[in-house]
Each structure stands twice: as structure tokens, then as C-alpha cells.
């Protein structure tokens, strides 16, 4: 290997070693689609964008289950929010990589949690 290539190489292996990794966490809250395109969750510790119209939505929003069965609270036609826990890898800066997985949840469930702000 020449030196110009070789350093090259050591050079992209110590930037892919500076990008922060993703973590998997389990979170969960309100699940709000309040318009076509748009997806988001809000947990005890902010908002989580998983789609916005007019961009590509995150890795995995094909793994979101249908949400209407459980408690889904129609504000937009059949557009509105739900309760949900995601499973997501995610990025600083409460940025979401990937949706791993999401499971629907009685309403009753997130209306309970005191930690949550109201949806909407």
C-alpha cells in the first residue's frame, strides 16, 4: 500500500471512530401524527421527530405498527396521537437514527403519567 493511501485509510478509521454511535432506547409517551407526513414522540424528556412532510422519515417507520387500536385519538380526520413505547436508536441531540420497534398502548396509560405534557 503507498503512503498517500495508507494514510488515507487512517485517516477515515479515526473519523469514523469520532462519530458518536447510536444508542437503543425505549421510550415512551404521546405518539403524534397530527398531518400527513408528520411523526413524533414526546416523552418525559422532549420531542423525538420521526418524520416531517416533505422529507424522508426516519429508518424503520415502516416497523409502526397500525396505532388506531389502542386508544387512538382522532384530531385530523383519522390523523391524531396515540400512546406508544418506540424502540429506536438514536443520536446526541435527541436526534432518532432508526425506529427498531413500537408497540401501541392504552391511553389511560400515558393520560396517568404525570411526567408527560399534554399532546397536542
Avoid: F, K
Avoid at 37 to 52: A, I, K
Avoid at 76 to 96: D, E, F, I, K, W
Amino acid at each position: 500500500m503507498n503512503r498517500a493511501l495508507h494514510l488515507s485509510a487512517i485517516t477515515i478509521a479515526l473519523a469514523l471512530i469520532a462519530l458518536p454511535a447510536a444508542a437503543q432506547e425505549r421510550r415512551c409517551g404521546w405518539l403524534e401524527n397530527p398531518t400527513p407526513g408528520n411523526w413524533w414522540l414526546t416523552d418525559r424528556d422532549g420531542e423525538w421527530v420521526l418524520s416531517t412532510q416533505g422529507q424522508d422519515p426516519v429508518a424503520g417507520m415502516d416497523n409502526v405498527p397500525d396505532m388506531t387500536t389502542r386508544g387512538w385519538v382522532a384530531t385530523n380526520g383519522s390523523y391524531g396521537y396515540g400512546c406508544a413505547c418506540l424502540t429506536m436508536q438514536t443520536a446526541p441531540g435527541r436526534r432518532v437514527v432508526r425506529v427498531l420497534a413500537a408497540e401501541p398502548l392504552p391511553i389511560s396509560r400515558c393520560r396517568a403519567d404525570r411526567a408527560l405534557p399534554a399532546p397536542g
